[in-house]
């Protein structure tokens, strides 16, 4: 399986919508991220929206999901990703949503912490998803325990999880679904030495990819023993790849986590994505959920469209600091731009 989603180029697939940001224009995004629930089954120490999810402890109604769902679609953007926020299956229309989804031919997605994959909900995904991402983050009960402090404290919520990936793997098989199954792992000083061991058991489960990147928590960094092991670990991981297994260490990822410093001058890449929180409301990015400063509108009073094409989503443009945002991800996204808006591009006939 070719499996290339990780290459920030794939934004070149979308030039009509690049070339209109380019000019000023404000098209439609071409994905948009919904978070169907703000509640959580894990307590991941990193979990980047932590005070988001405390504050509001909301699901999206279904009714209200639907409808969200037909204003993404009238607007032509192409895909829904369903993630958090919290674990997107504590809401019991995300099953519902998927099916809808995929019935207006846009590309669905999930991405899920694993601990309630069941029956029902598995072969919804399996049938309706372009992918699933399992953060799994960890190759063993112990670890995973203390890392992603499940609120069940069930001692064998890991090997759970991984059951269950096993049996997205047999559904796919049995269903001859083209859903690409992969997990992530965030690299911490608690679990760095199991990159190895964990993409080792997604191999044999029989998955397509472990995605491996950098947990960010803010005054906690790698120690340059522990990256120069983690490097170690990630080049053991690589040697696992085949033609129908693929190891995707994030590297630029580690670079940014590390150092903050952006060579550009402005975000663009928010452009590209619609964020929806379970709160109802739209913010810049998926890094910046719950902060009201960086709230487009609220769908309980609005139309994603209307939100999308609001003054007050002019005015938190304008207002962004780059310098009070945190390791972003859609920072290849922004180089990328930043390069195509730069009317010198100094050097560009020379390759």
């Not at 796919?172 to 000083?189: D, H, Q, S, T």
């Not at 190891?247 to 590390?258: A, G, K, S, T």
Request: net charge negative; charged share 25%.
């Amino acid at each position: 399986m070719n499996l290339k989603q990780f290459n920030p180029l794939k934004i070149l697939n979308h030039w009509e919508v690049l070339n209109e940001i380019m000019k000023g224009h404000n098209p439609a995004p071409i994905s948009c991220e919904i978070d169907p629930s703000n509640i959580c089954n894990h307590n991941c120490i990193w979990c980047i929206n932590d005070k988001y999810r405390h504050d509001y402890m909301q699901m999206l109604p279904e009714d209200m999901l639907m409808r969200i769902i037909d204003e993404v679609a009238a607007m032509g953007i192409k895909s829904i990703a369903y993630t958090g926020g919290g674990e997107p299956l504590t809401n019991p229309a995300t099953v519902k949503a998927l099916y809808k989804t995929t019935e207006y031919g846009l590309d669905a997605a999930l991405v899920t912490n694993g601990g309630l994959l069941n029956e029902e909900n598995i072969e919804a995904i399996v049938k309706n998803c372009m992918y699933v991402r399992i953060s799994v983050d960890a190759g063993s009960n112990n670890v995973h325990k203390q890392l992603h402090l499940p609120n069940n404290q069930r001692d064998d919520e890991f090997q759970q999880i991984i059951k269950s990936i096993e049996w997205l793997v047999q559904v796919r098989r049995k269903l001859g679904a083209a859903i690409e199954i992969g997990v992530g792992f965030l690299v911490f000083p608690a679990n760095y030495q199991q990159v190895f061991d964990t993409a080792s058991l997604m191999k044999d489960i029989g998955i397509d990819y472990i995605q491996i990147r950098p947990a960010y928590m803010q005054g906690v960094k790698l120690s340059e023993k522990i990256w120069h092991e983690t490097k170690e670990q990630m080049e053991r991981a690589l040697t696992l790849s085949n033609g129908s297994f693929k190891v995707f260490p994030i590297l630029h990822r580690f670079d940014e986590v590390e150092n903050l410093e952006r060579g550009y001058s402005k975000c663009l890449g928010h452009a590209l994505v619609g964020v929806v929180g379970a709160n109802g409301k739209m913010y810049l990015c998926c890094q910046l959920r719950g902060y009201e400063k960086y709230c487009f509108g609220d769908l309980h009073e609005s139309s994603f469209k209307e939100i999308w094409n609001s003054n007050r989503r002019k005015k938190v443009i304008e207002g962004i600091q780059l310098s009070e945002c945190p390791p972003c991800r859609y920072n290849k996204y922004n180089e990328i731009l930043d390069y195509l808006t730069d009317n010198e591009r100094p050097h560009k006939n020379f390759l």
